[in-house]
């Protein structure tokens, strides 16, 4: 398969490549969002050195120091380790050989060094840590030969103890890439490659449970329909996600129980929550780790912080973005005796219509950019979130499903509406929009423009009531 997107990614590990000096680059991302295929679609076969850590999460026995130094021992001697000479005993001495095995390797360019799931090998009391970083710094970084590329699926671990490492490797890896879920326009190119052809309407209708994710987005059969497809791949019996959730957060966070207090929570409120309230309904103290928790959700792209904009509001708040766990939560997690057909069965109904529109509100927010291309004003400095209006006392509060501020002085104010046709106004909704534009402007003491912006599916249709929208973007505009 080829690879999909990643064409920025893909450039910076070739300019790495080519540099004049030895690099050290760290990719993190979440959980099967495609970090190795990148590494692996990049440099074929031209690796000096690969090792992928044993997983500590497989069989029935905890995985040793030991066991994972014979692997990494099995890994030299692939790539030209002398077989007469003994397992390493430690990881100091492992690191050595490889050393010794980088040294005779002859040929012009970088030797590239990878190694993948990296935090595996930090088993307790094996003094991993101090072994790797005597490699790179004691050895790699004093020369000019070596890319040194590691990942992991804790990403956690990468962002401690690299990323942000206040220990040896402090400051010292030279390029950290971030590696985010596919696009609806990456999505489909990569359905379109699998041989899975839909519309754009079921793109969006599968990207509502799948989110961007590659190895996920691989379960889709060509020729079944959407919802043929969700619950082959969700509700079946011995269906390969039905799982995923649990697995998705220990193989990623350590302390994973913790992170999964913090995502349930989140999901029960689309607008999200400040962190004293998060605090206050998993019980995790502000002191307790959840600053560090709720950094590591958002850089590995299943949490987004924001200030409402337009407020005084000094405190962030912090909302579930990801379409998987939304999904998850929402019709699997706790659930029992599921029913096979269960998404055959209930397409159409009124829980899964609601559902739908809520998750069409994500989709949009994760397309923000291509949303802006739209309205033309992808080159003028904005700020977006959601936003309530709070209640006086002669109006209820509201909430607007995204607010763009504008450098320019004015407000796109949108409503997002998934529906299988047109939308229509009639005069009770054009009446609501008026004054909810009109709330806002007095709540937030707007002097420019406010733009009654719709997002939809398949655009408007025209009325006498239709103009109370200024602009109208449709789903084509969410895969620019």
Same mark, same amino acid.
């Given at each position: 398969m080829s690879l999909i997107g990643r064409k920025e990614e893909q450039q910076t590990l070739l300019s790495l490549y080519h540099s004049d000096k030895s690099e050290f680059v760290a990719i993190y991302g979440r959980r099967r969002v495609g970090k190795t295929f990148l590494v692996a679609q990049t440099f074929k076969d031209g690796f000096a050195f690969q090792h992928t850590g044993r997983s500590p999460y497989e069989g029935s026995s905890k995985i040793t120091m030991n066991d994972q130094i014979q692997a990494f021992y099995y890994s030299l001697i692939r790539y030209g380790l002398s077989e007469d000479i003994p397992v390493p005993k430690t990881w100091i001495e492992a690191f050595y050989r490889l050393e010794n095995l980088l040294e005779k390797k002859a040929g012009t360019g970088k030797k590239v060094v990878f190694i993948d799931e990296l935090p595996w090998m930090d088993t307790p009391k094996s003094k991993f840590i101090s072994a790797f970083e005597g490699f790179y710094n004691g050895w790699a970084s004093l020369r000019d030969d070596i890319l040194l590329i590691v990942c992991g699926s804790s990403s956690s671990w990468i962002l401690k103890n690299i990323v942000r490492?206040?220990?040896?490797?402090?400051?010292?890896?030279?390029?950290?890439?971030?590696?985010s879920p596919f696009t609806l326009r990456e999505t489909e190119e990569f359905m379109s490659e699998n041989n899975v052809h839909y519309d754009r309407y079921d793109i969006v209708r599968t990207y509502m449970a799948f989110g961007g994710i590659p190895y996920y987005l691989g379960y889709l059969?060509?020729?079944a329909s959407v919802e043929q497809n969700i619950d082959?791949?969700?509700?079946e019996e011995n269906s390969p996600l039905k799982g995923e959730f649990t697995r998705l957060f220990n193989t990623l966070f350590t302390g994973s129980d913790k992170y999964i207090k913090i995502v349930k929570a989140l999901s029960k409120r689309n607008y999200g929550y400040t962190k004293d309230d998060i605090s206050h309904i998993t019980g995790i103290s502000a002191g307790g780790g959840l600053t560090e928790y709720l950094e590591n959700l958002v850089e590995t792209d299943f949490v987004e912080r924001y200030k409402p904009v337009l407020s005084n509001a000094r405190v962030d708040y912090f909302r579930l973005k990801d379409s998987f766990c939304l999904f998850y939560l929402r019709f699997i997690d706790g659930k029992?005796?599921?029913?096979?057909?269960?998404?055959? *069965?209930?397409?159409?109904?009124?829980?899964?219509? +609601?559902?739908?529109?809520i998750a069409f509100e994500q989709v949009c927010l994760t397309h923000l950019e291509s949303l802006k291309k739209a309205l033309g004003i992808h080159g003028i400095t904005t700020v977006a979130s959601k936003m309530i209006i709070p209640a006086t006392s002669?109006?209820?509060?509201?909430?607007?499903?995204?607010?763009?501020?504008?450098?320019?002085?004015n407000v796109n104010l949108c409503e997002m509406k998934f529906y299988s046709s047109e939308y229509s106004v009639d005069k009770e909704e *054009?009446?609501?929009?008026?004054?909810?534009?009109? +709330?806002?402007?007095?709540?937030?003491?707007?002097?420019?423009?406010v733009f009654l912006t719709l997002i939809t599916t398949f655009g408007l249709k025209y009325g006498m009531h239709s103009n109370v929208f200024q602009n109208t973007l449709i789903l084509d505009d969410l895969f620019l």
């Amino acid at each position: 398969m080829s690879l999909i997107g990643r064409k920025e990614e893909q450039q910076t590990l070739l300019s790495l490549y080519h540099s004049d000096k030895s690099e050290f680059v760290a990719i993190y991302g979440r959980r099967r969002v495609g970090k190795t295929f990148l590494v692996a679609q990049t440099f074929k076969d031209g690796f000096a050195f690969q090792h992928t850590g044993r997983s500590p999460y497989e069989g029935s026995s905890k995985i040793t120091m030991n066991d994972q130094i014979q692997a990494f021992y099995y890994s030299l001697i692939r790539y030209g380790l002398s077989e007469d000479i003994p397992v390493p005993k430690t990881w100091i001495e492992a690191f050595y050989r490889l050393e010794n095995l980088l040294e005779k390797k002859a040929g012009t360019g970088k030797k590239v060094v990878f190694i993948d799931e990296l935090p595996w090998m930090d088993t307790p009391k094996s003094k991993f840590i101090s072994a790797f970083e005597g490699f790179y710094n004691g050895w790699a970084s004093l020369r000019d030969d070596i890319l040194l590329i590691v990942c992991g699926s804790s990403s956690s671990w990468i962002l401690k103890n690299i990323v942000r490492s206040k220990g040896g490797l402090y400051d010292r890896f030279t390029c950290q890439i971030k590696l985010s879920p596919f696009t609806l326009r990456e999505t489909e190119e990569f359905m379109s490659e699998n041989n899975v052809h839909y519309d754009r309407y079921d793109i969006v209708r599968t990207y509502m449970a799948f989110g961007g994710i590659p190895y996920y987005l691989g379960y889709l059969k060509p020729g079944a329909s959407v919802e043929q497809n969700i619950d082959k791949t969700f509700f079946e019996e011995n269906s390969p996600l039905k799982g995923e959730f649990t697995r998705l957060f220990n193989t990623l966070f350590t302390g994973s129980d913790k992170y999964i207090k913090i995502v349930k929570a989140l999901s029960k409120r689309n607008y999200g929550y400040t962190k004293d309230d998060i605090s206050h309904i998993t019980g995790i103290s502000a002191g307790g780790g959840l600053t560090e928790y709720l950094e590591n959700l958002v850089e590995t792209d299943f949490v987004e912080r924001y200030k409402p904009v337009l407020s005084n509001a000094r405190v962030d708040y912090f909302r579930l973005k990801d379409s998987f766990c939304l999904f998850y939560l929402r019709f699997i997690d706790g659930k029992k005796d599921l029913d096979e057909h269960f998404w055959q *069965n209930s397409s159409g109904t009124k829980g899964i219509l +609601s559902w739908q529109g809520i998750a069409f509100e994500q989709v949009c927010l994760t397309h923000l950019e291509s949303l802006k291309k739209a309205l033309g004003i992808h080159g003028i400095t904005t700020v977006a979130s959601k936003m309530i209006i709070p209640a006086t006392s002669d109006k209820s509060g509201s909430q607007i499903d995204l607010v763009i501020d504008r450098a320019d002085r004015n407000v796109n104010l949108c409503e997002m509406k998934f529906y299988s046709s047109e939308y229509s106004v009639d005069k009770e909704e *054009n009446i609501r929009l008026r004054n909810r534009a009109e +709330s806002f402007r007095t709540a937030f003491h707007v002097r420019g423009n406010v733009f009654l912006t719709l997002i939809t599916t398949f655009g408007l249709k025209y009325g006498m009531h239709s103009n109370v929208f200024q602009n109208t973007l449709i789903l084509d505009d969410l895969f620019l």
